[in-house]
């Protein structure tokens, strides 16, 4: 388990690759706000797609593409939703999905039986179709 600043995590993600740790048994916990940068990018003549992402609660509406997690787009919006790692370890940021389907890709911090009762983790989660989430 490694908890620092990214340049910390960085050099000890290729020393432990270095030493032959294998990658599941590596884990990051990062406590910084997401970084994640949005980026447009065209692939021959498609480009990403961009969802509608509601916050049924706060009558809000921000715009998500595909290959950015609702977490971070929550964030540039100035919209509270409560995290800590960004990396859907922690499962602060657990979140009711009322609508619409993600792509999760969580580290633990949710449990099936939670997902199967329609909760996700917005830090790790990318929209698949417009969304409507109860906050």
């Known amino acids: 388990m490694c908890c620092g600043p990214a340049p910390f995590m960085a050099a000890s993600r290729t020393i432990s690759a270095d030493l032959g740790v294998p990658p599941e048994n590596y884990i990051?916990?990062?406590f910084d706000a997401a970084t994640e940068e949005a980026s447009l990018q065209m692939t021959g003549d498609a480009v990403l797609a961009?969802?509608?992402v509601?916050?049924?609660k706060q009558s809000r509406t921000?715009?998500?593409t595909s290959d950015q997690t609702v977490l971070s787009c929550t964030k540039?919006?100035?919209i509270k939703i409560p995290s800590s790692c960004s990396n859907g370890l922690c499962g602060t940021c657990k979140s009711k999905l009322v609508s619409g389907t993600i792509n999760m890709?969580?580290?633990g911090g949710i449990r099936q039986?939670?997902?199967d009762a329609g909760f996700f983790l917005p830090c790790c989660s990318k929209p698949l179709t417009d969304?409507?989430?109860e906050r």
């Open 76 to 78: 540039k919006a100035g």
């Open 131 to 133: 969304l409507v989430i």
């Open 54 to 56: 509601e916050f049924a």
């Open 28 to 30: 990051e916990e990062s």
């Open 50 to 52: 961009s969802f509608k």
């Open 62 to 64: 921000i715009d998500v």
């Open 113 to 115: 039986r939670e997902i």
């Open 105 to 107: 890709h969580h580290n």
